[in-house]
């Protein structure tokens, strides 16, 4: 029965398309995808990044690990198998919001890279950017902002990346930052005139006339 129902499931495209909304928007449609441990610095980092495309008129939405598990994923826990449908659901709807035209930063551990090359899979050639956040695993010990390694060390949580779960290196990363050796700030706009370099922050103010169709 949900065999046959998924079948009769069409994507309905509406009036106002992804051209529409991002020359509205002044900027391209963009997921900027950090991964590396936990305390390596993703989160801080995507905000910072965030905080100067904001100053620059773009449009911006982070989905961070710890605020999607607390709705949308709040039923999965961090066996492989949970975490790699983590990964997928957020990649979808990282993809939606890349089709509206917002730059969306998402930091999230992401161990595996099967994982993370499904979810380029679902972007079209430039629409996904892999970051892979560099930090030696001893210094994201010594930060354990969350005491999570401390803990994982003492055997309290299982399967932790980098303790008793493994973390896959990226091979070919748009781009990687090391945030034991630079501060956030300069990591952010390292960041950001990679952007401007590859043309995804144009300035681009032009609102086109779209005819709404009531149908």
Same mark, same amino acid.
């Given at each position: 029965? *949900?065999?046959?129902?998924?079948?009769?499931?069409?994507?309905?495209?509406? =009036?106002?398309?992804?051209?529409?909304? #991002?020359?509205?928007? !002044?900027? =391209? !449609?963009?997921?900027?995808?950090?991964?590396?441990?936990?305390?390596?610095? +993703? =989160?801080?980092?995507?905000?910072?990044?965030?905080?100067? *495309?904001?100053?620059?008129?773009?449009?911006?939405? @982070?989905?961070?690990?710890?605020?999607?598990?607390?709705?949308?994923? +709040?039923? /999965?826990?961090?066996?492989?198998? $949970?975490?790699?449908?983590?990964?997928?659901?957020?990649?979808?709807?990282?993809?939606?919001?890349?089709?509206?035209?917002?730059?969306?930063?998402? &930091?999230? @551990?992401?161990?595996?890279? #099967?994982?993370?090359?499904l979810v380029r899979s679902l972007?079209? +050639?430039?629409?996904?950017?892999?970051?892979?956040?560099?930090?030696?695993?001893?210094?994201?010990?010594?930060?354990?902002?969350?005491?999570?390694?401390? +803990?994982?060390? &003492? !055997?309290?949580?299982?399967?932790?990346?980098?303790?008793?779960?493994?973390?896959?290196?990226?091979?070919?990363?748009?781009?990687?930052?090391?945030?034991?050796?630079?501060?956030?700030?300069?990591?952010?706009?390292? /960041?950001? #005139?990679?952007?401007? $370099?590859? !043309?995804? @922050?144009?300035?681009?103010?032009?609102?086109?006339?779209?005819?709404?169709?009531?149908?």
């Open positions: 029965m *949900l065999e046959n129902a998924s079948s009769n499931i069409f994507w309905h495209q509406g =009036s106002i398309s992804r051209r529409h909304r #991002e020359t509205l928007n !002044g900027h =391209s !449609g963009l997921t900027i995808w950090f991964t590396g441990f936990s305390a390596s610095g +993703k =989160s801080t980092l995507a905000v910072a990044l965030e905080s100067l *495309l904001y100053s620059k008129g773009c449009r911006t939405y @982070i989905l961070d690990g710890d605020n999607v598990r607390h709705g949308l994923n +709040k039923n /999965l826990g961090f066996s492989p198998e $949970d975490r790699s449908e983590n990964i997928r659901r957020v990649g979808e709807v990282a993809k939606l919001f890349t089709d509206c035209g917002i730059i969306t930063l998402t &930091a999230f @551990i992401s161990p595996y890279r #099967e994982d993370r090359e972007f079209r +050639k430039g629409d996904f950017i892999e970051v892979y956040v560099n930090c030696p695993l001893s210094v994201c010990e010594q930060r354990d902002p969350k005491g999570i390694y401390r +803990k994982a060390r &003492a !055997g309290e949580i299982p399967s932790f990346t980098g303790i008793s779960a493994p973390y896959e290196t990226p091979l070919t990363p748009d781009i990687r930052i090391d945030t034991d050796q630079i501060p956030v700030d300069a990591c952010a706009r390292e /960041l950001f #005139e990679f952007l401007e $370099d590859q !043309g995804y @922050i144009p300035n681009c103010p032009t609102v086109p006339d779209i005819a709404i169709s009531n149908s």
